[in-house]
Every structure is written in structure tokens, then in C-alpha cells.
């Protein structure tokens, strides 16, 4: 029954991937960059397939008529035969585990990594960086999956550190453009936040459970079921705190919009399809932790609702193409965490899922459109490539519908789970459904929007020579527009059949409300594609019937209007408030006083006393014979003195001298 | 032979000659100028301990005293081949032997 996964495979082959194009690459002839870069995370994906298809096989197959049917039982364990930390009563095994939840996570990493793969070739063909792109993205792919497979919590951050590095490496691939380069420090700084909360969640859970591995922690949690909330709670909310550095949400989002200074693929695969969403596989990964905690699960939940609505609004009134994708990320990414806040982590990573295809779709349509037009990236300049770019065309069409929830579009099925089970948590949770809900109107309008700007009316610019993309690129988008279709329909979580949520159960528990009703979820999702077509119909009326009216509006409204192009100022208060204040500690106070003052004057006092000391015993250094026999001479006077002076008896009797005259 | 001859030299005799011997070597090692003479002193002064050594080995029957002069009196062999070496060597940079002149360090 159970075969070997070798689930070491998976992130060691991007690795050796990295390591060749990273090493090698820049010796080595274009084809064969390609082919190592390409043959990494294909053959990782294979490894990905054959194990979910062992994994699935006693699922779906009853095994009693077979006799030696392969396959594995979930959870599959893989751990690393030697011992990797031990100390005192703490032990922790460098593991693996292969279960539903990673299952369906390593089949969006290696799957939609592979595809984005496929689609750099053509995008980044003419860099001079080609084979340092592909070493970094492989070895995204490594630590991604290493974060995916990862057993415990600290393997996990290993992964997670990781994928940060590779983010950061990706973001400032362009590194002689300062807004890049920036763009990385920002992004890496930004998520240091985050892992310090991680970290302080991690020594909690030693300190509290005495061990790290996930399978552990869920058993004495559910050996101990009154234990609730105390120091769950501060550990949940530390994870949490880590969560929202990496998936982006209130506070720590900020890093995500400028991210978007990287190549547009990496935006794809790292800030949209795969990396952001790794706060979501953690919580969903350390459940048990929430489900103990109400209280933190209510932040999640109203964290992840106020992080949708926050970043819907600003995505209306973006104009660079790739930052209205990057709002809307961070807007879905909060979608996902207010299904994880009420416990619906199936559909939550159901939704994740579906994200992953719909909005890796449309970022690579988005580096298509930018592609084919020369690199410009404001939607004020584009317009009137339909017929220009026809297939670009139809793949950002179903990206649109998709993500604007729209059936029988994958997106449409996970967002109505999540607003569903919202639904059901009583009168906060209709507060936070119709949050949601308003915030699907605000992304299917702003997701019409940006396709009416970009791919209707007439051209903007003149000297464009727009042609559609080659090949390697229109691949991966037909592959992700066909799987943003029929994506929702896979995962059947819909009118009461739970498919996907029953499959992931063994991992992320059930939904612990009441079951709803299915014509209460039909119900639900009429007025969810309802206003999403709302949002659809505002939209071709400012943008393609009176492209007029949105400038009316904005002039009825400066105030709100400059508020939300500024991005509500989030941006310029925390440089008033945390970057400009430690930027001033660290110069006036840390590098005047501490460095220059305390550090630089002790090794200036240090030196000086040495020079000061030289210069005056270099005297005895005179280089007259004569001295040096002197002091040798006194020397060993002194020495003789020393021996021959009986000096224990003398010591003792001076006092007895001393006296003795002092009695005369 | 006279009484006087007959007659053991006390220890203390010999001490003294190897305190005085030696303490002329220290004297002129410190006060002379010529290099030579320098050398000279402390030849005077390996001399004298050579003589407490050998007294001290005569006084107590004991050989190992003037194997350590057989020692003492081959390294000051090597130490003249060797020393006069360096003072002509000395003379012909600097064409003196004043010690006081010789005092830079390098060449």
C-alpha cells in the first residue's frame, strides 16, 4: 500500500536547477539555460503528479477487489533519517508531509510555476540576464515547496524565508533601476515584520507545546479540548502577524503594489498566483491553533474583509495595469483570510486555488498586453487591442469574468463559498458578507474597467506596432484561461456538494456551523452575480458609453478622489511615522552617537593609548649597544635582588623594624 | 713544597677571582667603545663563570661542572668564528667600530 513519493525530489530538483543556471548559466548557450530552467520544475511537477495520483488512488479506488493497488495513505510522512535539531527535551526532525491541503497547494506551485515558466521563456528571451532570471525563479520554486511540504513549523520558515530572498532577488531583478531595487528592500523589510511575528509564534509554541510539528500540535490540542483561547490566542495572532507580511493584508500590504517593479511573470507566479498566498496555507496549515481561539479568528476574519474593501477601492482608480492587479491580489488575498476568519479554511484555499489560475492568467495577459506594446504599462495609453491581440484578448476575457465571480467561471464558485460560509456566522458574519459582497461590485468593476481600458475602443497611442505574443507565451495563457474556466468546476464546492471541502477535511477539519441550505446558497450567489454584473454594467457605461463620466464624477468628488489615487496616503504616513523617525534614529542616534561616538571613540581611545605608549617606549628601542647591556645588567641585578633577598623574612619583620624604631 | 703551597686555596678564593673576573667583563662590555674590546669583555665574562664551575665541580667531586665548561667554551669558540665575522662585516659598511656610532639598526 505504501509506495515511496520521494517528496525530496520535488524542491531538490529546482534547486539543481538553481545551482546550474546559477552557477554556469552565464557560460552556457541559450538552449540549454532553457532546457535546465524548463526540465526543473517539470519534472518536479511530475514527481507532484505521481504522488497525488498515489495519494488519490484509495480515495476514489475501493481497494478490496484489487489486489496490490498503488497508492499511499494521507498524511505521508517523509522525514530526513538524521537527527537535524536536538536540544535538552526540543527535537526537531527536518520532515516532509504530504497531505490533501499541501496536495492541492504543490499542485498550484510546481503546476502554475511550471506554465510561468514556459511563458519567461518567451517574455525574458531578449534580457541579458536570462540564465540569473531562471536560476531565481527555480529557486522560488525550491523553497516554495520546501514551505509547502514542510512538517513543522520551523521547516515551513526555512521555506519561508526563503521565498522571501527569491522574492526579494525578483523584484530588484532590475537592479540598475532604482525604483526596482528599492521595491526589494521594501518588500523584504516589510515581511521582516511579519517573521518576526512568525518567530515570536514559533518560540510560543515550544515554550507551550514543546514541539513544532504540526501533526503534534493538533493531537494535544485535540487531547485538550477545553483549552482555549490565553496563549493560543497570542499565538495564533503572532502567526497571523507573519501571515499578513507574506499575503499582504492591513497593515503590512504596502510591499505588494511596488513589487510590481519586478518582471511581469514574477508577479504572476510570486505576488499573485503562489508566494502571497502562503499566509493563507498557514493558517489553514496551524487551524487547530484558530479553532481555539475565537478571538482570533475574528481578527483574521475582520482583517480579511477590511483588507479586501481597503484594496478594491483603491484598485478603481489605478492606471498602471499591473498595480490595479496588484490591488485586486491583495483585495482576493483577503477574501482568502476572511474565509479562513470563519473557519472555512476549505474554501478559502479553494479560493486560493482558483485565484492562482485566474489571476496568474491575468498578469501574463497583462505582460502580454505590456509585451506587445513596447513596455508601457498605463491604461490611459493602451486601448483598441482587440483585434490586435486577439488571443490576448480572449484569455484576459475569461481572467475578467473569473475573477469577477461570474458563472460558471472558476472564480465565481470559490468567492460564492467563501461569502457563503461567511453568511452562516450569525449577524457579524452578514456584517462581513455584505463587506464582501461590496467588494465583489468594486472587483468586477474595476476588473471591467481595466479590460474596456485596455483591450476596447480606440488605440490611445499612435506609434504602437502591437503583435501578439510568440508561441511559449500564448501556451501557458490558453492552459491558465482553460483551467480558469473549468477550475471552479474541479473543486464542485456548489449548492451543497462539498467535493473540494470533503476532500481537504482530513486536513483543515469541517466547517463547524450548522450545514446551510442549498437555496439559501443559491439564493446567496443570484445576488453575488448580480452585483457583479452591476459592477460589470457601471463599468461599460463610464468606460466605453460615456468615457466622460468618470472625470465628472472625480470632479464632484476631489477630496475622495485624491484620497484613494494617493492610495488613502498609507504610503507617505508610514514614512512620516515609522521610516522617517528610524531613519533619523539611525543616523543622529545610531550612527553619531553609538558608531562614530561610543564604537569609533573606544577604537580610537584604544589606538591612541597603543601609539601613545610606542611613542614613548620606542625610547628604549634606541639601538646603542651600550644601553641594552645597561638594562640587561640592571635586569639582572634585579633578578639576583629578587632570589638572593630573603624577602619573606624581611616582609615579616618590618613591621617589628617599624615599630621597633617607632618605640625608641 | 712551602706550607703556603701546601696548604688548600679556600673556596672562597676562587669565588671571589670569578666574581672579579666577571664583573670586568661586565665594566668593560658597559663602558667601552671598541667593538672588539666589547667582544673581549664578554669572553671575560664567560671565563669567569667557567672558573666558579670548575671550582664548584673540584669542591664537590662532581664531573658534570666542567662538562658544562667543555659546553661553555665551544659556544664561545662559535660565538668568536661567528662574531668576528659580523664585526668585519660591520667594519667594512661603516668603517668604524665605535659602538656608540653603531646604532641605526639596518644597514
Not at chain 1, 72 to 98: K, M, N, Q, R
Not at chain 1, 567 to 573: L, P, T
Not at chain 2, 73 to 83: F, Q
Amino acid at each position: 500500500m505504501n509506495a515511496d513519493l520521494h517528496l525530496w525530489l520535488i524542491p531538490l530538483l529546482p534547486f539543481v536547477g538553481f545551482l546550474l543556471n546559477g552557477i554556469l548559466g552565464r557560460g552556457l548557450p541559450k538552449w540549454l539555460i532553457t532546457t535546465v530552467a524548463l526540465l526543473a520544475p517539470l519534472a518536479s511537477f511530475g514527481v507532484v503528479l505521481n504522488a497525488s495520483v498515489l495519494g488519490l488512488l484509495p480515495l476514489f479506488v475501493d481497494p478490496t477487489g484489487i489486489p496490490n493497488l498503488p497508492g499511499v495513505s494521507l498524511p505521508y510522512v517523509e522525514t530526513c533519517p538524521l537527527p537535524w535539531i536536538s536540544a535538552g527535551l526540543l527535537h526537531i526532525d527536518f520532515s516532509f508531509v504530504l497531505d490533501q491541503l499541501s496536495l492541492v497547494m504543490l499542485l498550484v506551485v510546481t503546476g502554475v510555476g511550471f506554465l510561468i515558466h514556459i511563458y519567461s521563456v518567451g517574455y525574458m528571451g531578449d534580457d541579458e540576464g536570462y540564465a540569473r532570471y531562471f536560476s531565481y525563479l527555480n529557486l522560488f520554486l525550491f523553497f516554495m515547496t520546501v514551505l509547502v511540504l514542510a512538517g513543522n513549523a520551523l521547516v515551513m520558515f526555512i521555506g519561508w524565508e526563503g521565498v522571501g530572498l527569491a522574492s526579494y532577488l525578483l523584484i530588484g531583478f532590475w537592479f540598475q533601476k532604482k525604483s526596482a531595487a528599492d521595491a526589494g528592500k521594501k518588500a523584504f523589510i516589510v515581511n521582516r515584520i511579519g517573521d518576526f511575528g512568525f518567530l515570536i509564534g514559533m518560540f510560543l509554541l515550544v515554550t507551550n507545546f514543546g514541539t513544532l510539528t504540526f501533526s503534534e500540535i493538533g493531537a494535544k490540542l485535540a487531547a485538550n479540548p477545553a483549552w482555549q483561547g490565553g496563549v493560543l490566542t497570542v499565538i495564533a495572532l503572532c502567526l497571523m502577524l507573519g501571515a499578513a507580511g507574506k499575503s499582504a493584508q492591513l497593515p503590512l500590504y504596502v510591499w505588494l503594489p511596488d513589487a510590481m517593479e519586478g518582471p511581469t511573470p514574477v508577479s504572476a507566479l510570486i505576488h499573485a498566483a503562489t508566494m502571497v498566498t502562503a499566509g493563507v496555507y498557514m493558517v489553514a496549515r496551524t487551524h487547530v491553533l484558530f479553532d481555539h481561539s475565537s478571538f482570533a479568528l475574528s481578527v483574521v476574519a475582520i482583517v480579511g474583509a477590511a483588507t479586501a474593501i481597503f484594496a478594491a477601492t483603491i484598485a478603481l482608480v489605478q492606471n498602471d495595469i499591473k498595480r490595479v492587479l496588484a490591488y485586486s491580489t491583495i483585495s482576493q488575498l483577503g477574501y482568502m483570510f476572511l474565509g479562513c476568519g470563519v473557519a472555512a479554511y476549505s474554501a478559502a484555499i479553494f479560493h486560493l486555488m482558483t485565484h492562482a489560475f485566474f489571476k496568474a492568467l491575468l498578469f501574463l495577459a497583462a505582460g502580454s498586453v505590456i509585451h506587445a506594446i513596447g513596455g508601457e504599462q498605463d491604461l490611459r495609453k493602451m486601448g483598441g487591442l482587440r483585434k490586435k491581440l486577439p488571443v490576448t484578448f480572449a484569455v484576459t476575457t475569461v481572467g475578467v469574468l473569473a475573477i469577477a465571480g461570474i458563472f460558471p467561471f472558476a472564480g465565481y464558485f470559490s468567492k460564492d463559498a467563501i461569502l457563503y460560509a461567511v453568511f452562516l456566522q450569525g449577524t457579524n458574519g452578514r456584517i462581513l458578507w455584505f463587506v464582501g459582497l461590496i467588494t465583489a461590485l468594486l472587483t468586477a468593476f474595476y476588473m471591467f474597467r481595466l479590460w474596456y481600458m485596455t483591450f476596447m475602443g480606440e488605440s490611445r497611442s499612435e506609434n504602437v506596432h502591437a503583435h501578439e505574443c510568440p508561441w511559449s507565451m500564448r501556451g501557458p495563457l490558453v492552459i491558465l484561461a482553460a483551467l480558469s474556466v473549468c477550475g471552479g468546476l474541479i473543486g464542485g464546492s456548489w449548492l451543497g456538494m462539498e467535493h473540494f471541502g470533503a476532500f481537504l477535511a482530513p486536513s483543515v477539519g469541517v466547517l463547524p456551523t450548522e450545514a446551510g441550505n442549498w437555496r439559501l446558497e443559491l439564493i446567496l450567489s443570484v445576488v453575488a452575480v448580480t452585483v457583479a454584473l452591476v459592477g460589470w454594467l457601471v463599468a461599460d457605461l463610464f468606460y466605453r458609453r460615456k468615457p466622460e463620466r468618470p472625470a465628472q464624477y472625480a470632479a464632484t468628488m476631489p477630496a475622495g478622489n485624491r484620497l484613494l489615487v494617493n492610495k488613502y496616503y498609507v504610503d507617505e504616513f508610514y514614512n512620516a511615522v515609522i521610516v522617517k523617525p528610524l531613519l533619523g534614529i539611525s543616523k543622529y542616534v545610531l550612527e553619531w552617537v553609538v558608531d562614530i561616538g561610543i564604537l569609533g571613540g573606544a577604537a580610537w581611545l584604544l589606538g591612541g593609548m597603543a601609539t601613545f605608549a610606542g611613542a614613548i617606549l620606542q625610547r628604549w628601542q634606541s639601538g646603542n649597544l651600550r644601553s641594552y647591556a645597561a638594562w640587561l645588567a640592571a635586569g639582572a641585578a634585579a633578578v639576583l635582588l629578587f632570589l638572593l633577598v630573603p624577602w619573606a623574612t624581611v616582609l615579616a619583620n618590618l613591621p617589628a623594624i617599624h615599630l621597633g624604631m617607632a618605640g625608641h | 713544597m712551602s706550607p703556603l703551597l701546601m696548604q688548600e686555596v679556600p673556596l672562597s678564593w676562587y669565588l671571589l677571582l670569578s666574581a672579579v673576573l666577571f664583573s670586568l667583563g661586565v665594566v668593560g662590555f658597559l663602558i667601552k667603545r671598541n667593538l672588539i674590546t666589547v667582544f673581549m669583555s664578554i669572553e671575560l665574562m664567560l671565563n669567569g663563570v667557567n672558573l666558579s664551575f670548575v671550582t664548584f665541580a673540584h669542591q664537590w667531586h662532581a664531573v658534570k661542572g666542567q662538562i658544562f665548561v667543555f659546553f661553555v667554551m665551544m659556544v664561545a669558540a662559535a660565538e668568536a668564528a661567528v662574531g668576528l665575522a659580523i664585526i668585519i662585516a660591520v667594519f667594512r659598511a661603516r668603517a668604524t667600530l665605535a659602538v656608540d656610532r653603531i646604532d641605526r639598526m639596518k644597514l
